[in-house]
């Protein structure tokens, strides 16, 4: 299990070795990932992430939400990451 936030510069760069493990562990093991909110703030992304869980997109999406937060500061801002259809208002 890894807790984890989007908002952590350390989790963005713990990603890809995170992405590889997950797709590397035997078919009756899985890696389970919460993103952790102590702040109102953190709430959006928190959102953001419970969309990208419930998309089954986790692997395509994590890298893009990481690149729209500390490249972009899109999602940061405005909660959006409409390239991948995800606009966190509607959960």
């Known amino acids: ?3 984890f936030g989007y908002f952590c510069v350390h989790c963005h760069h713990f990603d890809p070795l995170l992405l590889k493990l ?3 562990l035997p078919s009756d093991t899985y890696l389970r990932t919460e ?8 709430l959006g992304l928190a959102r953001m992430a419970a969309a990208v869980k419930l998309s089954g997109l986790k692997y395509q999406a994590n890298s893009a939400v990481f690149k729209a937060v500390y490249e972009q500061k899109s999602v940061w801002k405005t909660g959006l990451l409409p ?8 959960f």
């Open 83 to 90: 390239e991948m259809g995800f606009i966190s208002k509607r």
């Open 1 to 3: 299990m890894e807790f």
């Open 22 to 24: 997950g797709k590397a």
């Open 35 to 42: 993103h952790v909110v102590w702040r109102p703030e953190m």
